[in-house]
């Protein structure tokens, strides 16, 4: 992860850890780590594991009609494009009933986070 992404995803995650004080969906929501650069001996240990590319950075396991959940790509405010591999996550979850979107800096994920969750419950 690049240093301007982790410091929108770092702000984003405390801002989650903030909000799941008085909102317990927000202990449903957690960061993948499937990027990054590691040595290769890690690479192959995670990779075995189950550790696939293109994951999206942030799955929130909480319905809310007409979706199974939400999957977030992050992304800083400027830069950073999203990979063809990403994008086929997105894509795939979509079909496969998530909502799936791309948060250029924290606040939009914030703001896609809270509007989702304003939908009716399951």
């Known amino acids: 992860m690049n240093q301007p992404e982790h410091i929108e995803a770092k702000a984003l995650f405390q801002w989650v850890t903030l909000m799941e004080q008085s909102r317990p969906e927000f202990k449903l929501f957690f960061a993948c780590p499937n990027g990054g650069n590691r040595n290769l001996?890690?690479?192959?240990?995670?990779?075995?594991e189950g550790v696939r590319a293109g994951v999206s950075d942030y799955i929130m396991l909480v319905a809310r009609k007409p979706y199974h959940g939400l999957v977030i790509e992050l992304k800083p405010i400027k830069g950073g494009r999203v990979q063809d591999n990403q994008q086929e996550f997105l894509d795939n979850a979509a079909a496969q009933g998530y909502r799936a979107e791309v948060a250029r800096g924290w606040e939009a994920a914030k703001d896609i986070i809270l509007n989702y969750l304003q939908g009716p419950k399951w």
């Not at 001996?41 to 075995?48: I, N, P, S």
Request: hydrophobic share 50%; aromatic share 0%; charged share 40%.
């Open 41 to 48: 001996k890690t690479a192959v240990k995670l990779k075995a």
